[in-house]
């Protein structure tokens, strides 16, 4: 890197899986002035599991903090696709082929050793200081980017801040978004799916009276249970002492009380009534989470933006691409942008605003279509999903029919356990994509 740019002073917003690969991808390409502002008093990430796919666990494996959370994570050898009301199943498909292809196995985990770990990287950098307990607000952009940290302590004084380069990774209800898009003069809002999802999960303790799911949590798959307008995902997590289910259903709750909220406490019973005619094994495991232990989530999106840059400022993660989970993405897409973001900084030739921002146009170049694309597909899974009763949930069931018999072109229909889809995700090297795009279009820029 340029002797003049390691010295820039970046801020990021956030601390969530965006903002936190963000900081260490800048460590370790040599900047030396980061500094993290998150609103939270510390990660505070919810109890639930995550998907951890190949082309997340390249990135964080370069970035040296991989190996620890491979040790508590799962690896998925298959998975299975079962009608919810008879738990029929309607595919299986084995996943061993995935680290022979893309060089990491379809691992899960837990949220907690995800982001502990990003963390733990990040804490082992000098160059990142984290700013715990401080809401940002008020981000100009010219002629150098500048917001005011306002800490949560009784008495705080508030700061103005300014930064050679500002990246916010402030997550679905980002303040920096909306003020890019009032500078812009584009109205648009964050957008209600119609959906949300319970998160629950269970330990060894409260399985292990029942035989048949104690064998969902010591397999090695993740199962999906389908039905009109609702679904189930669950995988074991935490080296198998915890299954981790998460939820698909009609949002009743948050449209029924609109609020700024975007989880709350859920009714078990309400729960139960949901996926009250799924079969009796899912609603026996649904059954044993104790009173007062359901949460919901609201799931919202937006619609693409016009640009997620604006000099030298750029927006990171759910801040500018929040996804449905139906493709298991959101936080790989988070991680694609920060790395992609170290990979265009550190080739800088100089510290001028003008070359940030080029450098910034590019970030987007290589990052917005793709994660637009894997929004748009995530959606669109949900939807397949979901059917109803009608022809395209025959044509559905057709091709789960030709799956199961050997016949057809092996097309799965939940894309998330498709092999050609797979490849578009897995096989992606989002670094080595934007080093070739910065060799090819800075200069010309
Ligand atoms: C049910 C469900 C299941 C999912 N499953 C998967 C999965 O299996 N795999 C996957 O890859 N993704 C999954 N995702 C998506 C994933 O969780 C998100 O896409 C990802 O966490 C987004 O990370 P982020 O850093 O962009 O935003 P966030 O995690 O939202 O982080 C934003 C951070 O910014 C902070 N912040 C916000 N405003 C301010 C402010 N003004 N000042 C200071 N700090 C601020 C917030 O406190 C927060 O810590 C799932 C999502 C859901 C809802």
Redesign the pocket.
Known sequence: MHDSARNLKICI???????LTTALALAKAGFQRIDV????SDLGFVGAG??LAPN?ARILDRLGVWADIEKEAVTLSETYIRQGSTDEALAHVNLDYVQATYGYPHMVGHRSSLAGSIFAGCQREPAISFHFS????NVSFFPKPSFTAVPRAEGAAPQRIEADVLLA???????TRVDMLRELGVTAQVEDSGQA?Y?IMLTREQMSGDAELLALLDGDCATRWIGPKRHIIAYPVSGKAIYNI?TAQPDVNFAAAPSASYTTRGSKAQMLQVFADFSPKVRRMLDLVPEGEVCE?R?RVHAPLPTWVRGCVAL????CHP?L?HL?????Q?IEDGAVLGAVLRRLPDAEPRSINKALRIYEDVRKERAELLVELAAANGREMHLGEGKAKEERDRLFKALKEGKGGGQVPDKWADKEVQRMIYGHDCVKEAEAVFERSFAKL
């Open positions: 917003i956030g601390a969530g899986m965006g903002g502002y998150e609103y939270a995550i998907q997340m401080t809401n940002t607000e990774a402030d997550g679905v209800k980002s303040n999802a998160r998460s989530w799931l990171v993660g759910d801040a996804t989970p298991a993405q959101g936080a790989a988070a």
